[in-house]
C-alpha cells in the first residue's frame, strides 16, 4: 500500500471520528436544546438546563468547524462540492448554530421575562433544526447524491426524500435520549427525574426509528455492501445495538452516568456504522459511480495529508486533554433550588 | 459554499492553515472561555485569570493562521500548479510543495502584525470611549480614569506598530502586487521617483487623474519601495481586464490612512491629556473620545476592502480569477438570497449586540459575585 493510500485511510477514520466525536458532544447540548420547553417548568429549572451546557457548549461546537476544516484540508474537492450541492440545507444549518449559540450568550443579558422567553424559544428551535439538518444531510450523503458529469441534479427538495427524512428524525430522536440523559445526570431534584423519565420515553421512540432507519437503509443506500464483504466489520453495528438496549436497562436500574456512557458509545458507533458503510466514498453519486467523490479522487497530496497527520497527532491529545479536565471542573449538578439568577447566561 | 472551484483549485494549501487554526486555537479558545466564564469561585484567581490569558492568546493565534491563509491568497508561495490525471472531479490544480514558505510567508506575517495591532487600537478606542462617557457623567471617577490612561498608552503604542507595518505591508505589496500598489497610488504611468499628490480624484474610464494638486514630488516611489527614484509601474502596463477597481481600492485606501493617522494623533493627545490629569476638566476631548469609538471601526472596514478589493480581479494573486472561482451549481437566485440572508441576520445581531455592549458599558463597574 502506497504512503498517499494509507494517508487517505488514516485520514478518512480521523474524519470518521470528529464527526462521531461531534455527535457525541453536541448532541447533549441539541438535546437539552430541544427538550427545554418540555423539561423545565421554572425559571430556574430554564436556567439549571442552560447551566448545565453552558460552559461546554462552545468548545463541543468546535468539533463540527474542525470537522468541516479537517475536510477542507484532507478533501478538498468533497469540500468544496458538498457545500455548494447541500447550499440550502447547510446554509439553513448555518444559520440555527448561529441562532444557537447566540440564544445562550443572550438569554442571561437581559432580566426582563419576554427576552428570555424569546432567546429560550429560539434555543430550542434552533436546536431541533440542527439535529434535523444534520440528519438529512448525512442520510443523503449515505444514499448519494445526483450527480455526473455535468454537476449536480437536485436541490432542497431532492434532499427531503423520505430516507432523508428518517435520517433526520433518527438523529433528532438519538439527541433527544442523549440530552435528556444528560439533563437527568446534571441536574438534581424533580427536573433531574422529570428528564431521566423522558429519556426513558424518548428510548422507546429511538429503537422504533432506528428500526425503519435500517429497514430503509438496505432500501436505498449500499451502506451494507461493505459489511457484506467484510463481515468482521459488522461488530460496529452490532456494538451501536448493545449500546442502544444498555442505555435503557441502565435507566431501569436508575444507573444515570452509565446510561449517559452508553449512549455515548451508542451515538459513535452509529456514525461509524454509516461511515464504515461509505467507505471508500466520501459522497457517492446515485446516479452514475464514476462521479462518486471517494478518499482516492478527492483528498489533498501526500505532503498536505502528511502535514495535517502530524499536526493532528500532537494536538489533538492536548486537546481532549484539557477537555477532559474542564469537564471534570463543571462535574457536579446543578440545583434549581440554589441558582440566584446572577450567574452567567 | 459560494467558492466551490476556488476550494477545488487550492484546498490543498489554503485548507491546511484553517484546520490548523480550528486545531490549536479554536478549541482552546472555545474551552476556556467556558471556563472564564462560568469558574468564579470554582477555580483559583491564579487559574481564572489564566483562562483569560489563554483565550487571548488563542484569538491572536487565531488571527495568525487565518491571515497566513489570506496572506497566501495575496502572495501564492510554496505551491504549484499540477495537472490531475484520470480524475472526473478536477482537472487542475495548485499543491503546496514547501509548507514552510506558507508558514513563512512574509506578507501573511506583515498583514498579521498590522491586522492584530489594528485590532488593539480598535479595543483601546473602545475602552477610551467608554470610560471617557463615564467620565462625563463623573461616575467612579478614579477608576475610569485609570482605564483610560491604560488604554490611550496602549492605543498609542499599537497605533505606532500599525502606522509601522502599514510601511512594510506598502513595501512588500510594492514588491508582489504591482497592480495594486497602482491602484492604491492611482498611478497611470510608468515611472520612476513617482510623486505622491495630497488631492486626486482617478479617472478610469480615461485612464488618468481628472485632478491632482499639491504634489511631493518622488514620494510614493519613497514609500513604496524605501527609494525616491525607484520606479512604480503604472495601470497604463497593466491589462485594463487584470486592473483592480481604481477608484474604491484608491478612496479606501487613502480614507484609511487619513483616519489611521487621526487616530494615531488622538491618541496622542489622549496620552498627553491624561498624564496631566486635564480628563475630568475637558469634556469637549471627551465627548470627542466617545464619538471616536466608531472610528476603528471605519477603518478596519477600509482596509479589509484595500486588501480584498485591491487584489482583483484575482481572488489568489496571479494563479485564479474570482470569476473561475464561484461555485458551477448554485444560480445567482440562490447567491441572492443568501447574501440578503446573512445581512439581515447579522444586521439584527448587530442591532442586539450594540445594544448589550451600550447597556453594560453603561453600568460602569460591578464585583463580580464569588459564590455562586
Known sequence: ?345 | MNWAEYSKYVGDIFGAPLAIEATLAFFLESVFIGVWVFGWGKVSDRVHAWSITIVAFATNLSALWILLANGWMQNPVGAALVDVVGNPLITRRAEMTEFAAVVGNPYGWIKFFHTLFSGYVLAAFFVTGVAAWHLLKKNEIDFFKRSFNLAALFGLGAGIVVLATGDFHGVEIAKVQPSKLAALEAVWETQRGAGLSLIVVPDSANERNSIELLTIPKLTSLLSYHDPNAEVKGLKDIPRELRPPVGITFYSFRLMVMLGMLMVLLSLIAVWVSKRDRLVSNPFFLKTMVASIALPYIVVQLGWTVAEVGRQPWIVYGLLKTSDAVSRSISTAQVATSFVAFTVVYALLGIVDVYLLAKYAKQGPVVPVKEV
Open chain 1, 1 to 345: 500500500m502506497g504512503m498517499l493510500k494509507a494517508l487517505q485511510i488514516i485520514w478518512f477514520v480521523l474524519w470518521a471520528v470528529l464527526w462521531a466525536v461531534y455527535f457525541m458532544l453536541d448532541g447533549f447540548v441539541l438535546g437539552t436544546g430541544m427538550l427545554q420547553p418540555f423539561l423545565a417548568k421554572t425559571e430556574n429549572e430554564r436556567l439549571a438546563t442552560v447551566q448545565s451546557v453552558g460552559p461546554v457548549w462552545n468548545g463541543n461546537e468546535v468539533w463540527l468547524i474542525t470537522a468541516g476544516g479537517a475536510t477542507f484540508a484532507a478533501f478538498p474537492t468533497t469540500y468544496a462540492l458538498m457545500f455548494s450541492y447541500l447550499y440550502t440545507a447547510l446554509l439553513l444549518l448555518l444559520f440555527s448554530l448561529i441562532i444557537r449559540g447566540v440564544s445562550l450568550e443572550f438569554r442571561g443579558k437581559v432580566a426582563a421575562h419576554g427576552w428570555k422567553k424569546i432567546w429560550d424559544t429560539a434555543f430550542a428551535v434552533s436546536s431541533f433544526l440542527i439535529a434535523l439538518l444534520l440528519g438529512v444531510a448525512f442520510g443523503n450523503i449515505f444514499e448519494g447524491l445526483p450527480m455526473d458529469a455535468s454537476g449536480y441534479h437536485g436541490n432542497l427538495l431532492t434532499l427531503l426524500n423520505p430516507y432523508g427524512l428518517i435520517s433526520g428524525v433518527l438523529f433528532v430522536a438519538l439527541f433527544t435520549v442523549h440530552g435528556a440523559i444528560y439533563a437527568g445526570v446534571k441536574t438534581s431534584g424533580e427536573i433531574s427525574a422529570r428528564a431521566l423519565n423522558m429519556a426513558g420515553k424518548a428510548w422507546l421512540l429511538l429503537m422504533a426509528v432506528a428500526v425503519v432507519f435500517l429497514a430503509h437503509t438496505a432500501l436505498a443506500t449500499h451502506l451494507f455492501d461493505n459489511y457484506v464483504a467484510a463481515p468482521q466489520l459488522s461488530v460496529i453495528p452490532l456494538a451501536a445495538v448493545a449500546a442502544l438496549v444498555l442505555i435503557k436497562l441502565f435507566l431501569i436500574r436508575h444507573q444515570a452516568l452509565k446510561a449517559f456512557a452508553a449512549s455515548c458509545i451508542a451515538i459513535v458507533m452509529v456514525t461509524f456504522t454509516g461511515v464504515a458503510g461509505l467507505f471508500p466514498n466520501m459522497i457517492p453519486s446515485s446516479i452514475d459511480t464514476a462521479y462518486s467523490m471517494t478518499i482516492y479522487n478527492s483528498s489533498s497530496s501526500r505532503l498536505t495529508l502528511t502535514i495535517m497527520t502530524v499536526v493532528a497527532l500532537i494536538f489533538v491529545p492536548v486537546v481532549i486533554a484539557y477537555k477532559i479536565w474542564v469537564y471534570r471542573l463543571f462535574s457536579e449538578k446543578i440545583s434549581p433550588e440554589t441558582l440566584s439568577g446572577k450567574e452567567a447566561y
